[in-house]
């Protein structure tokens, strides 16, 4: 069976901290996606990253970064210097498979 | 028009009433997907259709009837709907047929309240 656990259900922090959302997977595929969506207080998901299981290599997109683990099966996502603007639910997500979220509130 | 569009926004509907969802998608892509999400729930997979074709029924009631005309467009025909099926409905699209590849992209939602 496939599931995507995100443990934490929400997370506050200050401006300017940064912040690491976790995701732990399980999927009996060889070759596989995952994905982070983003889902802002006006509740349109946008898509932020997809990620090949063949490539293990972290990325970087300005101040979000993510670092996939197969040995772990995860794949967490971390906000440096967070932003007012950053808070949303983070959503992880195997092809068509969702975790519950993470709720991030970003305080001034 | 740009992304996937919905209609309407909200809606209001009793349990007998009949009303229909619809989706718009301006992106090219070659797949459309339904999903509920309720609160404290994970995102639910409702139907897939690719090239117009259903290739997931993800054991949904059948007062739930979708249907795509063509690669652009999807509906979501609702009829003596319970008050647990109130929620945001939310389509989707992606350029492969089975989700399995490529990134989704969605539009703003339906809210939904069955009274």
């Known amino acids: 069976a496939q599931k995507v656990t995100q443990a934490q259900t929400e997370i506050s922090v200050v401006e300017k901290e940064d912040v690491t959302l976790d995701c732990v997977y399980e999927?009996?595929?060889?070759?596989?996606?995952l994905f982070w969506y983003k889902q802002p207080p006006s509740g349109e998901l946008v898509f932020l990253i997809r990620?090949?299981?063949?490539d293990e290599q972290n990325e970087i997109s300005g101040r979000y970064s993510w670092n996939f683990q197969k040995s772990t099966s995860s794949f967490n996502f971390t906000i440096t210097a967070s932003q007012v603007v950053d808070s949303a639910v983070y959503f992880c997500?195997?092809?068509?498979?969702w975790g519950l979220g993470t709720s991030l509130a970003v305080n001034p | 028009e740009t992304g996937v569009t919905q209609t309407p926004r909200h809606l209001v509907m009793g349990m007998t009433n009949k009303k229909s969802l619809k989706c718009e998608q301006h992106?090219?892509?070659?797949?459309m997907y339904w999903y509920k999400q309720s609160a404290k729930k994970p995102l639910e997979l409702m139907f897939v259709?690719?090239?117009?074709?259903?290739?997931e029924n993800n054991s949904v009631p059948s007062r739930f009837s979708p249907e795509c005309p063509n690669s652009s467009h999807l509906f979501l025909h609702l009829h003596t709907l319970q008050p647990e099926d109130s929620a945001l409905y939310l389509c989707?699209?992606?350029?492969?047929?089975?989700?399995?590849?490529?990134?989704?992209?969605f539009g703003p939602g339906t809210r939904l309240t069955v009274t």
């Open positions: 992106l090219g892509h070659n797949a």
């Open positions: 259709y690719n090239f117009k074709e259903q290739t």
């Open positions: 989707a699209s992606s350029q492969d047929g089975g989700g399995s590849t490529y990134e989704q992209y």
């Open positions: 990620r090949n299981s063949f």
């Open positions: 997500a195997l092809p068509l498979i």
């Open positions: 999927t009996r595929d060889t070759t596989y996606y």
